[in-house]
């Protein structure tokens, strides 16, 4: 299952502003988001991500904007009105009640023998059936995420905050974790929004990921959009490696353009691209550049551009190069193991025009 | 000296609180005496093992006996209790709400805000509840106050009975509940107070469900510190108290100073002691059976 091309706006901020002081922690952001997606907002730390969760979550008051969710404006109501709840980055555990206080903290006016019930499913959906009555710090740092994740849970929210779910556990674990974030999600059909900083976890668990930077949303879509149509170099190289070439768009034929680097004429996917004459960037992906010793025959419209290798790498996997270019500049490729190309030979990249991105410079 | 640090701490302890306290309990054993010291008996290191033998057997037993057939004594010491309970119960629930506003201040202002309540300090305590009379007493500021404001049409008369000694204890006494509940409530994750208001608590039930029992300790530490001083409190009743006020501070006092009965003023000190050890031992029980739960 994948999200619905069509976005039916569920939860919606209207050019959401939080201003500190004379600082801009989110700056004017506007998104809308269907039931059911995880979204994860993407960005290094002090990007904004965690203060748009708390302007969600109702712990700090918009300067500016609005919040509605299922139809309901949010805005100006008080924490404990919202039907949203939050997963805390420090977890946020009770330290003076039991692993199943906890998780009935939020079951206030459920009566006793109802709530009990919703306890012991929600320690059924996380795997803690036998913890109810353990107090939190006895627990390993895997099983107290998952306390706090049935915590969250338990009042049954509209949407779910996670401010970096993950970002306390051990590598292996992170992994195993996101998978299980995934079914549950899936199960209940609760609409996530997860902030992370780190670019892989958002790309496995993201239905969309929003990219921000300083304060303002700079991309929204779905991770391989992210990944393949970068709108600008922050988001290019936040998702991964990537060649940055510099040119000047000549014209566009098309979805094509025609950018003129130093490199010679390149041919790229060109939908946010500047008009003719303005200064551009090429992203292309490592993986995506081909490599070899021999001129090819020109493929159709296949890019090609010539240098000479000066490092190569073997990681086992994948082989890296790096490519001293006529100019002087370097583009790094990334090959299938067993293309492995020699340090200094002449060396003829070659990629598709779908392969490379045209962004303003 | 390097074998000597970690016994250096219970040899403290036995010079400046075993010691006195045996010497405490040692004068409580004796009979007054028209001599220097008055009492007697006194031991005689001369006559060795004899001279033990001697003042041992001339120990006894009467001025406790004293306290006990003497409903002074025991109006005393019940009323200081209920006086430092009263106060106790009004210091939680006045320090309480200080501290937490503290903790909860902007964290620029917080030195300067726990600076001022430590103010009073860096005046004479002696000094500050004689002010206390000026402001209580008939003609004072508080009636002053009062009749201008036309809430009262005669002068209160406050000074020299019970409420004024609650009114001193609880000023005394009020930074040694605010800054160990402050200590403890300062350290809470502001992020627990937010999860319980994302769970659906309002302000209050916040409040009562995760802040107050998080700060049961502070709470714990501030009423050991002013239960047990206000117990022996002396200046507070004898200044604000007036004669009628029964505390055993000022019956030590009397015996000490106007009735020169060291042996008897020694036993009131033994009951004082014992009084003050019950509540905390008490309280560590208690708190021992909490911590051994779910953990």
């Known amino acids: ?361 | 000296m390097k074998r000597l640090l970690p016994v250096a701490p219970y040899l403290w302890l036995a010079a400046f609180v075993l010691l006195p306290c045996l010497i405490t309990l040692k004068i409580s054993l004796s009979s007054p005496a028209t001599a220097q010291p008055p009492y007697l008996p006194v031991l005689d290191w001369s006559a060795g093992i004899d001279g033990w033998g001697a003042f041992l057997e001339a120990l006894d037993f009467a001025n406790f006996e004293t306290l006990a057939g003497d409903s002074l004594y025991r109006d005393a010491a019940l009323s200081s209790l209920l006086y430092a309970a009263t106060a106790t119960a009004i210091l939680v629930i006045l320090g309480t709400p200080v501290a937490h506003a503290l903790a909860r201040s902007p964290a620029r202002l917080q030195p300067l805000l726990v600076a001022l309540v430590i103010v009073p300090f860096w005046t004479s305590f002696l000094i500050r509840i004689y002010a206390w009379i000026a402001i209580l007493k008939p003609e004072g500021l508080l009636n002053a106050g009062l009749l201008w404001t036309g809430l009262v049409a005669r002068p209160l008369d406050i000074l020299n009975t019970p409420a004024a000694v609650m009114i001193g204890l609880t000023y005394a006494y009020l930074p040694f509940m605010v800054l160990p509940l402050y200590a403890v409530l300062s350290r809470l994750d502001p992020a627990l107070t937010e999860a319980a208001a994302d769970l659906g608590a309002s302000p209050a039930r916040a409040f009562w469900t995760v802040t107050l029992p998080l700060a049961r300790p502070g709470i714990a530490a501030g009423a050991l510190l002013c239960f047990i001083p206000m117990v022996g409190e002396f200046i507070i009743p004898d200044l604000l108290g007036g004669s009628g006020t029964l505390m055993l501070g000022r019956v030590l006092w009397s015996e000490f100073f106007s009735n020169r009965d060291w042996p008897l003023a020694s036993a009131v000190a033994v009951l004082l002691l014992v009084l003050i050890v019950g509540p905390i031992v008490l309280f560590r029980d208690a708190e021992r059976e909490r911590g051994g739960v779910g953990r």
């Open chain 1, 1 to 361: 299952m994948t999200a619905p091309n069509a976005v039916v706006p569920f939860l919606s901020l209207h050019r959401l502003t939080k201003t500190f002081g004379t600082h801009d922690a989110v700056a004017d952001v506007s998104l809308d988001m269907p039931s059911g997606e995880i979204l994860c907002l993407l960005g290094p730390s002090g990007c904004g991500k965690s203060t748009l969760l708390r302007l969600i979550a109702g712990f700090e008051a918009p300067t500016d904007g609005s919040i509605r969710l299922d139809g309901t404006d949010l805005t100006g109501l008080a924490p404990h009105r919202r039907p949203v709840n939050m997963m805390f980055q420090s977890y946020a555990l009770f330290p003076h009640l039991s692993v199943a206080g906890n998780i009935a903290y939020g079951l206030k006016g459920l009566g006793r023998a109802a709530a009990s019930a919703r306890v012991e499913d929600l320690l059924r959906l996380v795997r803690l059936e036998e913890f109810g009555n353990r107090a939190p710090e006895t627990l390993s740092g895997g099983q107290r995420q998952r306390v706090a994740l049935a915590r969250a849970l338990a009042r049954e929210p509209k949407v779910l905050l996670l401010d970096e779910p993950l970002g306390a556990l051990d590598r292996g674990l992170r992994e195993q974790t996101q998978g299980e974030l995934r079914t549950i999600q899936r199960r209940l059909g609760t609409a996530f929004v997860i902030v992370t900083h780190d670019p892989s976890e958002a790309m496995a668990l993201a239905d969309r990921i929003g990219v921000m930077d300083r304060g303002r949303l700079v991309q929204i879509g779905r991770p391989e959009t992210l990944y393949e149509r970068p709108a600008n170099r922050f988001v290019a190289g936040l998702l991964g490696d990537v060649n940055l070439i510099p040119g000047t768009v000549r014209d566009a034929n098309g979805a094509l353009v025609r950018v003129e680097t130093a490199l010679g004429p390149v041919l790229a996917l060109g939908e946010g691209a500047p008009a003719a004459g303005a200064p551009a960037v090429i992203a292309l992906r490592p993986e995506r550049v081909g490599a070899s010793a021999v001129d090819p025959k020109a493929a159709g419209d296949r890019n090609a551009l010539h240098g000479h290798v000066e490092t190569s790498t073997y990681l086992g996997d994948r082989i890296r190069l790096q490519i001293r270019m006529a100019d002087g500049s370097t583009i790094r490729a990334s090959l299938p193991a067993g293309a492995g190309i020699a340090s200094g030979v002449p060396v003829r990249l070659s990629f598709a025009p779908e392969a490379a991105t045209v962004m303003a410079a």
